[in-house]
């Protein structure tokens, strides 16, 4: 299911950083007042002044809050007006300008020509593709009618679990079908030779969202805690248990469990790539789980030749096999039933789509669940991404805009390394392997270089069959890379995906074509403004290459120390100042965000911005004027290009949810917290020394 959780995780997710200023601004100091509307701005030497207005250039100017000091807090300079004239559509859990705005445009066209190859779909046969499976998610009568049959195959190996063995068979069919269910598996890149790809298994098998609300005794995770065990006898009643027994069923389910969550790493553990390489090969994972059996398991799979695997988390696999004995058969039936139900919940009836979302509105808040149609357009990207990944690039991504991201790369790469020139922590020999690693890092804009075949079987008359044949399909084209070499023009996410990523192990950076619009990026928009938005996207995910866990991994992408001892400890430093500073900052509810687990991202974003702003200043340096909009220059066009990128407003209950699991800080502090690192902001606002935007002592790491 195209959940409203997954998709508002996405407007969450990355994407959203000293040169000469272009224009220069009034030195920082008490005697300057706040700009909260702005002084005529004076030119840059030698140029004259364009005036223009802030909607002509790219920025919304009925977003503004001018009765925000911006030197206290942008966000609010920024986005106030936004938030509070902004409803959130009673079908999400959140509103944001850029991710959620675009990502409904996208969804709004592709849905036009989806409908258009549902009516006419032709005779060329990616359009008969995408005709026949949009189609038939479309179909709710014969949806209805099929019920529960798609999946009875795989209850029907379920219920056959008694033991050991038939536990082991049951999860080896259910893997090969696509459904990851106690643990996850699927190929990895060698941490040490990032050449090669091996098995990798990770932890996996709760409901909830984290392994904290299984064992945390706060209000909070209590009550998400009876929301779920309420879902999850709800789920057993569709499968025709009686409500009676299906509550302390339920409860046993929810134990098993919070077993689970116990043996599983933390969020904060994750982060350290040392500690989830553990390459026990499968003679080492059977010594450490010897009552799973693993031969078959393998066999089922397609992967009993293969012997180099690495598990993330050996302490869950561990406990895992001391819970296969100490769990009642009836108990893992149950358990399996209602994870397969819950991950299949898209391919069957309203009922269960309903009893779903009836559990993600207490994680969400969110009133309605989305169309059918948003649904089903979601899921055809999800499936054959590619498919319609070409026919977006043709329609919604011109040549303008992959040139323009190029450009905007070209200068962001560039600021990087003369950043690293200057910078007094880090000593020469490091500095050389930093450039090495910089230099090696390559990129891909709006889509892959070769897109992907869809080989599997689609009856337009049958929407569960379809789509679990695309789950079985992916499954087994994931599992076939492995014991294979890299193949790096392979994508994570489809083209229309408004989002972004940094892959440490390939070294490169990836911006689809969903997100390359506005207002992120448009044609229209100022340098300022597009290098403020799509630009900090841009330095945000090289950044990531040479944060907490990036900087683990060197040029070619392999795990390995490049780094001088006496400049990792000044490292270190610096990222604990950024873990200090993330940590006095409150989040809803009274508490205050975790530092350590938003680390990487913050450092990305403080180095998104520096970068970003070195690279616009550098494409502005040779134009014959400098422009200034509505009284605010250049640089402050910037800053308020990367502030309203980041407006958004959430459902509490979802706000709550974000501060609990999401690795990014709040849009509040990644504005905030970005800017009061960045010793140029307060420049350019002619900020005075007392401001909260202006600390003595920033905490900048690149």
Known sequence: MRSALAVALLAAACGGSKSPPATAPAPAGDEAPP????????????????????????????????????????????????????????????????????????????????????ATPGDDPVNKQLAAYYGSCMDEAAIEKAGLSPVKPLLGAIDKVKDGKSLSAALAQLHAAGFDLVFDLGPTQDSVDATQVIIGLDQGGLGLP???????????????????EGYVAAMLVELGHKANAAKQE??????????????????????????????????????????????????????DKETAVTVAAPDFFAGFDKLIASTKPAVWRNYLAVHLLSKAAGSLTKKIEETQFKFYAALTGQTEMEARWKRCVGRTDSALGDLLGQVFVRDRFAGASKSAAEEQVHAIVAAMAANLDALPWMDATTKAKAKTKLAAMTYQIGYPKKWKQYPFKIDAKKWGESSLAARKWETARKNAKIGKPVDKDDWYMSVPSVNAYYDPQQNVMVFPAGILQPPFYSVDASIPVNLGAMGVVVGHE????????GAQFDAVGNLANWWQPDTEKAFKARTKCVIDQYEKYEVIGGGHLNGANTVGENIADIGGVK????????????????????????????????????????????????????????????????????????????????????????????
């Open 210 to 228: 984290d392994r904290d609300y299984y064992l945390g005794t706060d209000e909070q995770s209590k009550l998400l805690k009876t929301a779920y």
């Open 250 to 303: 339920a409860a046993d389910i929810v134990a098993l469990e919070t077993e689970l969550a116990k043996v599983s790493k933390d969020k904060v553990a994750r982060r350290d790539p040392k500690g989830m390489y553990n390459r026990l090969e499968k003679a080492g994972l059977a010594k450490a789980a010897p009552s799973f059996d693993w031969t078959a398991f393998w066999k089922a799979q397609g992967l």
């Open 35 to 118: 700009v909260a509307t702005p002084a005529p701005a004076p030119a840059a030497p030698g140029k004259p002044v364009t005036n223009r207005s802030l909607a002509s250039i790219g920025l919304d100017p009925d977003a503004l809050d001018r009765t925000a000091d911006p030197c206290d807090d942008f966000y609010q300079f920024a986005c106030g007006g936004w938030i509070a004239n902004k409803q959130i559509d009673a079908d999400k859990p959140m509103a944001q300008r850029s991710f959620v705005e675009i990502e409904d445009r996208n969804l709004a066209y592709e849905h036009g020509v989806l409908e258009r190859l549902r």
């Open 542 to 549: 090289l950044t990531h290459g040479f944060d907490d866990q």
């Open 611 to 702: 970068l970003a702003l070195a690279g616009y200043r550098a494409l502005r340096a040779p134009a014959p004027d400098t422009v200034v909009a509505d009284g605010f220059t250049e640089d402050q066009q910037f800053f308020l290009g990367f502030g309203q990128a980041w407006c958004a407003k959430m459902r509490p209950d979802f706000e709550k949810l974000l501060a609990t699991i999401d690795v990014h800080s709040p849009p509040k502090w990644r504005v905030n917290g970005t800017l009061s690192a960045t010793p140029e902001f307060a420049k350019a606002f002619r900020c005075k020394a007392t401001a909260k935007l202006a600390p003595a002592n920033a905490c900048v790491v690149w």
